[in-house]
């Protein structure tokens, strides 16, 4: 088990047995495309008493029931869209209210990205129903209305989408064997136009874009320049990001 892995079933364990209603901590989500360096961005931040980790629940994707809901997704994507959406959705609230007495909590992704980028691209290869989306927004729209699901800061990981390619082809994870370069492509654009360009949703908190195309022996740097930020020891000028 790797090191953000151990802490947060750690955490978990801790949660379960808490009774303390605490106050949500300082919020920060990691998003970038596939192969962006999202988990080397939080081991990096794991050396941190004061950060609370939450990796990305892709075990549980990987076993929900002894169903392998992400290898279901890639092998049918129109047949388990809906299906692989909806749990993504309900283990992203799990992670976004999971309490904490740490000052500071890191997340892999979040239901904003799901929504966002991937169901958005189902919805636009026609690989979702309508009638699926506007199921899976009811309950989005429910969820962020009524759950705190609050984000204080975004870190954005920007690659440029043969970097990640190559990545991906090099970490040969089995579900992700027949993954296309044009989806890769595509999700880029998701990321950009969300992120970036900020012109098809909005964001829910102000967003840092660091340069992930760097190679991992260089990266520290590039995270270490914006620690300050997200350790929350430094407030955001937001009209800079
Ligand atoms: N909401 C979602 N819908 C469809 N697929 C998803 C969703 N979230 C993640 N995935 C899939 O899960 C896998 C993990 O992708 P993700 O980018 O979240 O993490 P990662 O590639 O492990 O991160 P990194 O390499 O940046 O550390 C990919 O195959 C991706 O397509």
């Known amino acids: 088990m790797n090191s953000v892995k151990k802490l947060v079933s750690k955490m978990a364990n801790a949660v379960g047995s808490s009774k303390v209603d605490l106050t949500r901590p300082f919020t920060v989500i990691v998003e970038g495309n596939i192969g962006s360096g999202k988990t080397t961005f939080l081991n990096h931040f794991n050396k941190y008493d004061n950060v609370a980790m939450f990796a990305e629940p892709i075990e549980m994707w990987r076993n929900c029931n002894g169903y392998n809901l ?83 800061l975004i870190v954005y990981l920007r690659t440029f989408p043969e970097v990640v390619y190559e990545r991906i082809l090099k970490r040969n994870r089995s579900e992700e064997r027949t993954v296309p370069f044009e989806y890769i492509k595509a999700l880029h654009v998701m990321h950009e136009d969300w992120l970036y360009n900020k012109k098809t949703h909005s ?24 620690e300050p930020h997200i350790l929350n020891k430094l407030p955001l000028q937001a009209q800079l990001f």
């Open 203 to 226: 964001c829910p908190a102000p967003v840092i874009v660091l340069d992930a195309n760097l190679d991992k022996s260089v990266i520290e740097e590039e995270y270490e320049k914006y």
């Open 70 to 152: 992400l290898d279901l997704m890639y092998k049918d994507t129109a047949k388990w869209s809906f299906t692989f959406q909806s749990y993504v959705q309900l283990t992203m609230l799990r992670q976004h209210t999971y309490k904490t007495s740490h000052p500071v909590k890191l997340m892999e992704r979040s239901i904003y990205s799901a929504r966002y980028c991937f169901v958005e691209k189902m919805a636009r290869d026609g690989l979702m129903p309508t009638p699926s989306v506007a199921v899976i927004d009811k309950w989005f729209k429910y969820i962020t209305e009524n759950e705190d699901v609050g984000v204080d």
